[in-house]
């Protein structure tokens, strides 16, 4: 894991009054904006930086709309950042393995990368075997989206990001004008608002694949994970759904109970070199608990929720487990799967979702 320290900026676009003690009061710059590099084909890429009134911070640029780093504080009240990160533009776009970004059109799988919708069947880019994985070979994780102006909400840190992924583009149907809203709150809270639409019928799951690292390096396998779920979606050897809703009890799956990730991870072997499964979540569109994430060394704790009906744990198998991916989103490979909810988006109709990352410490 890269450990970079927070730059200091010039210039803020919004700043309040912060009371420190009773004889020392300094500004809060909330929003922050710098360069951050230039991409190969030239386009600008900013750095925006979130900050609260407790000292968190989140770092965001707006290349694949990406949390660069997140800063939160242990159980002494220290600062780390805890995301799997890199320092330069160049490193993001020319492989840098563990970028939180923002993945779309369809996150996670789309098995024979291809599709059919009334009637018409979509050829999709093929990038992993002869399937479709996170978006295809330039989804929205190798964007540059465009940053829009918002006004914070009372005691919130907010940036939005933009992006218009043109009718056919990595063969998905419809020009979808998608929307991301990251806000950073006074209660140590990350909130990801997703927003989308389509002038054609099409399909989106959007998620933000962040690698999790609380401890600020080192291995994730201590850590403790407790996942509300009682059943998830089993795959074929290329990890495509079956199809199937299956019970966890009795699997090397099960985190109903807090549970430390790397005790069972073994028995995942050689199938997989670690976890990389779908949780089902309870139905309906209202927020939900997903997961908490427990660090015993430094105490810090991540707890997630959302409206989506899905969680993928991942637990950076291709990194040697430093980290854990909590990616809320909606089961993979639906769109082959009517038993699954759909992730068909219609004209006049708006793809509307949001997950909530509340950090604490004990």
């Known amino acids: 894991m890269t450990h970079l320290f927070t730059p200091t900026f010039a210039a803020g676009l919004v700043a309040v009054s912060l009371s420190l003690c009773p004889v020392l009061a300094k500004t809060l710059i909330r929003v922050e904006q710098t360069n951050f590099g230039i991409t190969q084909d030239g386009l600008l890429v900013k750095l925006i930086t979130l900050s609260n009134a407790t000292g968190m911070s989140a770092q965001i640029i707006n290349y694949g709309a990406i949390i660069k780093e997140l800063h939160a504080p242990d159980r002494k009240g220290v600062f780390t950042n805890i995301l799997l990160t890199t320092d330069s533009l160049q490193k993001f776009q020319h492989g840098f393995a563990g970028s939180a970004a923002i993945i779309g059109r369809v996150a996670n799988r789309i098995g024979n990368a291809q599709f059919e919708l009334d009637g018409t069947t979509h050829k999709l880019t093929v990038n992993e075997k002869k399937n ?17 102006n918002i006004q914070s909400k009372l005691g919130e840190s907010s940036v939005k990001l933009t992006y218009l992924s043109r009718d056919l583009e990595e063969g998905f149907p419809g020009n979808l004008k998608t929307s991301v809203t990251y806000s950073l709150t006074d209660k140590n809270e990350l909130r990801i608002d997703y927003q989308a639409e389509t002038d054609k019928a099409t ?35 290329e990890l495509i759904p079956t199809g199937e809703v299956v019970t966890l ?86 769109i082959h799967h009517k038993n699954f909810p759909s992730i068909i988006l219609r004209p006049k109709k708006i793809f509307n979702e949001t997950t909530l990352f509340t950090f604490l410490s004990k």
């Open 203 to 237: 399909v989106v799951n959007l998620t933000n694949h962040a690698y999790w690292n609380l401890a600020g390096g080192g291995s994730c396998l201590d850590s403790i994970l407790w996942i509300p779920s009682k059943s998830y979606t089993p795959t074929d050897a």
């Open 249 to 334: 009890q009795g699997t090397p799956m099960d985190f109903s109970k807090p549970t430390r990730i790397g005790n069972r991870i073994e028995q995942l072997k050689p199938k997989l070199n670690g976890y990389d499964h779908n949780y089902v979540l309870i139905k309906g569109k209202s927020m939900k608990m997903a997961a908490r994430l427990f660090e015993p060394s430094s105490g810090r704790i991540l707890e997630v929720r959302t409206t989506q009906p899905a969680i993928q744990l991942y637990t950076g198998n291709h990194l040697g487990n430093t980290a854990v991916c909590l990616e809320t989103q909606h089961y993979p490979d639906a």
């Open 132 to 148: 479709t994985l996170h978006g295809g070979i330039k989804g929205f994780a190798q964007a540059v989206w465009t940053i829009e």
